[in-house]
């Protein structure tokens, strides 16, 4: 007959087994979930956030959609064009980041803006319209001699110009800043940049959709695309950099920045004439 201490040490080798061969099993179906989820991740490598592929697919409507305005000048062709395929981007974009969920360098957060964001995106629409106003003169003869192949058309449809100028300035600002600011900077961050490299970066690709209206509007959507990725990382708040954008477009396409551009360049020949007057003599 086997003592009771004989029973309690085999049952206790026993349990050492079954643990041991449970843990092996479990070793061995991580390392299968592992190898599954690499082969799996190795054959949609082209769908991810930091991707290239999806990158050019979210940005290249917004150089597209300008070869089509060259050969379309038309008002109403110009707003359906334009947000076709900002709403294409933004889907693409949605589906992107639902699909293969990142943890992203600066996650997305669109909240009611705090003081200092508020503030933030004041000083931004102020550098913005002030630097318009101020540089008029000189954007106007950069885009005179050089490429400009496009320009804004002159509304020719009363609703449509009330759309576009109500929801639109919202639409383009929010469409404009999730893509740009949001996702390319975020997508630059992951691919190994350094903060100001992601926003040199994300800055020139952005001047680059204002190609067609000539060097002068390259110039100053690359100022632009600057102030507002500056405002974005700092708030980490899409809606300040949205704020600042509808904002200038708004005072822009309200005809206010023309006037003030065309008076600073009226002033600035007098001072002119004035001084070389005063000279002469």
């Not at 997305?108 to 550098?127: D, H, Y």
Request: aromatic share 14%; net charge positive; hydrophobic share 50%.
């Amino acid at each position: 007959m086997r003592s009771k201490g004989e029973s309690l040490s085999k049952s206790q080798a026993g349990n050492q087994q079954s643990r041991a061969s449970y843990k092996s099993a479990s070793d061995h179906s991580r390392r299968f979930d592992r190898v599954k989820w690499m082969a799996s991740r190795h054959s949609y490598e082209w769908w991810r956030p930091d991707a290239l592929l999806p990158a050019l697919i979210i940005v290249g409507p917004y150089y597209f959609n300008k070869l089509i305005y060259v050969y379309f000048p038309g008002y109403p062709v110009f707003v359906a064009k334009d947000y076709a395929c900002r709403t294409f981007s933004l889907a693409f974009l949605y589906l992107l980041l639902r699909s293969e969920p990142t943890s992203l360098p600066i996650p997305w957060r669109l909240a009611v803006p705090s003081t200092k964001e508020l503030l933030i995106a004041l000083i931004g629409a102020i550098t913005l319209i002030g630097s318009n106003v101020v540089g008029t003169t000189f954007i106007q003869y950069l885009n005179a001699h050089s490429w400009q192949v496009t320009r804004f058309p002159l509304p020719t449809n009363s609703v449509l110009q009330y759309f576009d100028g109500t929801v639109g300035m919202v639409f383009v600002g929010l469409s404009e800043e999730v893509v740009f600011r949001f996702y390319l900077i975020n997508l630059l961050l992951l691919r190994g940049m350094s903060r100001a490299r992601a926003i040199i970066v994300s800055t020139l690709i952005f001047a680059g959709i204002h190609w067609s209206y000539g060097a002068g509007g390259v110039v100053f959507a690359m100022l632009a695309g600057l102030v507002l990725s500056m405002i974005f990382t700092s708030a980490r708040n899409l809606i300040a950099p949205i704020i600042t954008h509808a904002a200038f477009d708004a005072f822009y396409f309200a005809g206010a920045l023309p006037f003030f551009g065309a008076s600073t360049a009226v002033l600035g020949r007098l001072i002119i004439g004035m001084a070389t007057s005063e000279l002469g003599h």
